[in-house]
């Protein structure tokens, strides 16, 4: 082994060395011969990585090829649909099944998901539908993007244990884009709004690494669009927090109705978009209302006690609304 090889070999090693499939050992040591430093005193090691690589690729030619596609879709159900993603083993299997009724497999070892699992996660009077995705890595198959495309958030979840962080998040940039997820212009065709998440705070380092990360993700979005938050999994750490940034990067609001003369119905929101107007909640209740409405009275508690409003006012988050035909 020759001298002065970077800790980041040996940790990419390490990975190698615990990979199971042939996919994902060629990841890594293609990752292996991207760390190593490239003068004379590493070329029989060089030598060796492109000799395992060419094996590798030899043996992943002859494997069968399984004719059966396989796809993955979920419905959406709930508030909003998000997809929890990201970095092999940063905990997001962990994170589904702390915040859902998701029977989700936890492993030491990483790639340890191979096929995504959907769970409901209750915020204050709400469903939200999580989904445990599988780890970024090159050559994901199709209904992979298609999952994190038609999802409505995008939850990535980084490894704060881990001084790879970035590279391995430059990598995963690139994979997004190749999967055509666009998480960066939002004007343009396919983009997905997304909230990175680092894991496992507990550990040493944790905050310096955060803070790495968050110079670096500064490079690629503006601070108003960043929505950023770091966490603990295993001590329950900022996940009231998480939730909150969740149901808000839903950009959803709750309004309640009141039949003329009795209690509001607080247990059973509608669901709408923000900025949605008295209309189009008559729309989501009932197309009866829709057609007939004249007019509304509403409460918030705040400037509303049961004033009157016309059809093209816009609701807030908690309005209780009723609807007169
Ligand atoms: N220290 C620490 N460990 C954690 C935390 N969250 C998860 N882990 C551990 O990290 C390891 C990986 O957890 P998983 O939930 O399986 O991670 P994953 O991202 O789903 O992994 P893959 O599906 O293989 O990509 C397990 O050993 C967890 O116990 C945390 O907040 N702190
Ligand atoms: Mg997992």
């Given at each position: 082994m020759?001298?002065?090889?970077?800790?980041?070999?040996?940790?990419?090693?390490?990975?190698?060395?615990?990979?199971?499939?042939?996919?994902?050992?060629?990841?890594?040591?293609?990752?292996?011969?991207a760390v190593v430093p490239k003068h004379k005193g590493t070329e029989k090691l060089q030598k060796e990585i492109k000799t395992k690589i060419s094996?590798?690729?030899?043996?992943?030619?002859?494997?069968?090829?399984?004719?059966?596609t396989v796809w993955y879709h979920f419905e959406k159900q709930g508030a909003g649909q998000i997809a929890v993603f990201g970095s092999p083993n940063s905990g997001k299997s962990s994170l589904v099944k702390l915040l859902t009724n998701a029977n989700t497999e936890i492993a030491e070892y990483p790639f340890s998901t191979k096929t995504p699992i959907a769970g409901m996660m209750r915020y204050e009077n709400i469903q939200i539908q999580l989904i445990d995705c599988p780890?970024?890595?090159?050559?994901?198959?199709?209904?992979?993007?298609?999952?994190?495309r038609s999802a409505d958030v995008l939850l990535y979840l980084f490894d704060l244990s881990q001084d790879s962080l970035l590279e391995e998040c430059e990598e995963n940039f690139k994979i997004l884009e190749e999967g055509k997820v666009n998480i960066?212009?939002?004007?343009?065709?396919?983009?997905?709004?997304?909230?990175f998440c680092g894991n496992k705070l507990d550990c040493e380092n944790s905050d310096f690494r955060y803070n790495l990360f968050l110079e670096f993700i500064r490079n690629y979005l503006p601070n108003e669009e960043l929505k950023i938050i770091a966490i603990s999994v295993k001590e329950k750490k900022n996940i009231e927090d998480l939730k909150r940034l969740l149901f808000e990067s839903l950009e959803i609001i709750r309004v309640y109705t009141k039949p003329p003369g009795k209690p509001p119905e607080l247990e059973e929101p509608i669901i709408?978009?923000?900025n949605s107007n008295v209309l189009e909640a008559a729309k989501a209740l009932h197309k009866d209302f829709y057609r007939n409405l004249k007019y509304a009275r509403l409460w918030d508690n705040k400037n509303f006690f049961g004033q009157r409003v016309e059809k093209n006012h816009i609701l807030k988050d908690g309005d209780i609304i009723e609807f007169h035909i």
């Amino acid at each position: 082994m020759p001298a002065n090889l970077p800790p980041q070999y040996f940790e990419v090693e390490e990975k190698y060395r615990q990979a199971r499939t042939i996919e994902e050992k060629l990841y890594y040591l293609k990752e292996m011969l991207a760390v190593v430093p490239k003068h004379k005193g590493t070329e029989k090691l060089q030598k060796e990585i492109k000799t395992k690589i060419s094996k590798l690729r030899k043996e992943l030619g002859k494997k069968p090829k399984i004719s059966r596609t396989v796809w993955y879709h979920f419905e959406k159900q709930g508030a909003g649909q998000i997809a929890v993603f990201g970095s092999p083993n940063s905990g997001k299997s962990s994170l589904v099944k702390l915040l859902t009724n998701a029977n989700t497999e936890i492993a030491e070892y990483p790639f340890s998901t191979k096929t995504p699992i959907a769970g409901m996660m209750r915020y204050e009077n709400i469903q939200i539908q999580l989904i445990d995705c599988p780890p970024l890595k090159p050559n994901l198959p199709p209904w992979y993007f298609h999952l994190l495309r038609s999802a409505d958030v995008l939850l990535y979840l980084f490894d704060l244990s881990q001084d790879s962080l970035l590279e391995e998040c430059e990598e995963n940039f690139k994979i997004l884009e190749e999967g055509k997820v666009n998480i960066f212009k939002k004007d343009e065709a396919n983009y997905k709004k997304i909230i990175f998440c680092g894991n496992k705070l507990d550990c040493e380092n944790s905050d310096f690494r955060y803070n790495l990360f968050l110079e670096f993700i500064r490079n690629y979005l503006p601070n108003e669009e960043l929505k950023i938050i770091a966490i603990s999994v295993k001590e329950k750490k900022n996940i009231e927090d998480l939730k909150r940034l969740l149901f808000e990067s839903l950009e959803i609001i709750r309004v309640y109705t009141k039949p003329p003369g009795k209690p509001p119905e607080l247990e059973e929101p509608i669901i709408l978009k923000k900025n949605s107007n008295v209309l189009e909640a008559a729309k989501a209740l009932h197309k009866d209302f829709y057609r007939n409405l004249k007019y509304a009275r509403l409460w918030d508690n705040k400037n509303f006690f049961g004033q009157r409003v016309e059809k093209n006012h816009i609701l807030k988050d908690g309005d209780i609304i009723e609807f007169h035909i």
